[in-house]
C-alpha cells in the first residue's frame, strides 16, 4: 500500500519564489526513489498532467489554477562516494537546497562550487538549467545524473555527456522533460589542489576592499554572495525568480552591424564563434529598469530581475515580460528568450 500523501487544493505560493498565488490540484512529496515507483504505479497519477518542483525558484506561474499534481522533490542526503587525495565525488540527493551543498563543500575544504554561492533552489534542478555564475557552471563537476522516467518507470544513470549540458540548457529541457532527478554526482576539488576562479573584477573588487590578499573558497564565495545580495532582491522580502531572461547572442556578421547601429553595446566572446550581449543592458537601454507596471516590475538594481511587488498575478509578470520582449526586439532588434520556466 502506497504511504504517499496526495495533498489537495494547495496553494502553491509558498512553493515559487514570485510568491505568485496558484491553486494545484494535487501535491505529492517525493522523499525517495520508492515513493518514485509507488506514484508510478498509482492509477490516479496516470491521467494527470504533473510538474516536478524543487525551490520554485525558476518558475513562473502564469496562472491561477494548475490542474495536475506537483510533485516536490524531497530526497535529502550528501554522500562520499569516493576520495583521493586530489579530489571527492558526492552524490547528492535532488532535493538538496544548492547553497546548502555550497557549504557543505566549503565546510569540508572542497572547491568547485564557490563561485556558485547564493544561487537558488535545488540541486535537482540544477542541472536542468545548468546553473552557472562568475565563470562556472554545474557542468564543470557534473560526473552523471540519476533520473526517473516518469513515462516509463526506467530509474537510470545519465553520463555528463548523456545531459547535454550547455549555456542555460540541457536535454532535460527537450528530449527528456519527463523525468524527475533523484540525485546529482560531482566531483569537487580538494581546496589546496584547486585554482581559485576569481577573473571578474567586482569580484577582484571586493575581496580587495575586504583587504584579502591570498583569496580562498571561503572568501571567494563570501564576495560572491555580497555582490548577489547587492545585485538580486531577496525573493523572502520581494518576489523573484533572479535573472528572468538569457543574454542574446549574434554571429560575427551580425556583430559588426549591431556595432554600427549601437556603438555602446557591450559585446562579449561567447562559444562556437558567436558574441554574448548582456540582456540587462538591452533591457535598461530600452528604458525598462526601475519600470513598474501595476503590482508587477522591473528591479530597480538589476535589470534582468522582473518583481513581485506584492500580490501580483503571474499573468501580469508574464505581461511584463512580453512587453520588455517586444520593445527591445522593436528598438534593437534582439529577440529575448526567458530562462524562468513559464508554466501556463
Given at each position: ?5 496526495w495533498e ?14 496558484s491553486i ?6 517525493i522523499?525517495s ?34 490542474d ?7 530526497i ?10 586530489n ?12 547553497m546548502?551543498?555550497?557549504?557543505y563543500?566549503i565546510?569540508?575544504d ?7 554561492s547564493?544561487i537558488?533552489g535545488?540541486v ?5 538549467q ?5 565563470g ?11 533520473v ?18 550547455k549555456?542555460r ?16 554526482t560531482?566531483?569537487?576539488s ?15 573588487d ?32 520581494l518576489?523573484?525568480a ?6 542574446a547572442t ?6 559588426k ?5 549601437h556603438?555602446k553595446?557591450?559585446?562579449f566572446?561567447?562559444p562556437d564563434?558567436?558574441y ?10 530600452c ?7 501595476g ?12 518583481v513581485?511587488?506584492g500580490?501580483a ?5 508574464l505581461?511584463l ?5 517586444k ?9 529575448l ?8
Amino acid at each position: 500500500m502506497s504511504l504517499l500523501c496526495w495533498e489537495e487544493d494547495v496553494n502553491l505560493r509558498q512553493y515559487n519564489t514570485f510568491n505568485v498565488d496558484s491553486i494545484a490540484r494535487y501535491l505529492v512529496r517525493i522523499r525517495s526513489t520508492n515513493d518514485l515507483k509507488d506514484l508510478l504505479a498509482s492509477p490516479q497519477f496516470r491521467d494527470l498532467r504533473y510538474l516536478v518542483i524543487g525551490g520554485g525558484s525558476n518558475i513562473l506561474f502564469a496562472e491561477a489554477t494548475f490542474d495536475g499534481v506537483i510533485l516536490k522533490n524531497e530526497i535529502y542526503g550528501i554522500e562520499v562516494v569516493s576520495e583521493s587525495e586530489n579530489n571527492a565525488v558526492l552524490r547528492v540527493g535532488g532535493g538538496v537546497e544548492w547553497m546548502s551543498l555550497v557549504t557543505y563543500c566549503i565546510d569540508h575544504d572542497l572547491s568547485g562550487l564557490e563561485n556558485l554561492s547564493l544561487i537558488p533552489g535545488t540541486v535537482g534542478a540544477a542541472p536542468i538549467q545548468n546553473i552557472g555564475a562568475y565563470g562556472a557552471e554545474i557542468s564543470d563537476v557534473t560526473l552523471s545524473v540519476e533520473v526517473c522516467n516518469l513515462e516509463t518507470g526506467e530509474i537510470r544513470t545519465m553520463s555528463k555527456d548523456e545531459c547535454a549540458l550547455k549555456y542555460r540548457d540541457s536535454i532535460f529541457k527537450h528530449a527528456l522533460k519527463n523525468v524527475f532527478i533523484s540525485s546529482v554526482t560531482i566531483r569537487v576539488s580538494k581546496a589546496q589542489f584547486h585554482c581559485l576562479n576569481t577573473q571578474y573584477s567586482s569580484v577582484q573588487d571586493v575581496l580587495q576592499q575586504q583587504g584579502v590578499t591570498t583569496p580562498t573558497i571561503r572568501s571567494v564565495s563570501g564576495a560572491i554572495c555580497l555582490l548577489r545580495r547587492r545585485k538580486l532582491p531577496d525573493p523572502k522580502i520581494l518576489g523573484n525568480a533572479g535573472s528572468f531572461f538569457k543574454n542574446a547572442t549574434c554571429d560575427a556578421s551580425l556583430c559588426k552591424t549591431t556595432m554600427k547601429a549601437h556603438p555602446k553595446i557591450p559585446l562579449f566572446p561567447g562559444p562556437d564563434g558567436f558574441y554574448i550581449i548582456p540582456a540587462a543592458w538591452l533591457i535598461e537601454d530600452c528604458g525598462w529598469k526601475g519600470r513598474q507596471i501595476g503590482k508587477a516590475g522591473v528591479s530597480a538594481t538589476h535589470a534582468l530581475v522582473l518583481v513581485n511587488y506584492g500580490g501580483a498575478q503571474g499573468r501580469e509578470i508574464l505581461l511584463l515580460a512580453d512587453s520588455i520582449i517586444k520593445d527591445v526586439q522593436t528598438k534593437l532588434g534582439f529577440q529575448l528568450i526567458p530562462e524562468v520556466n513559464i508554466i501556463r
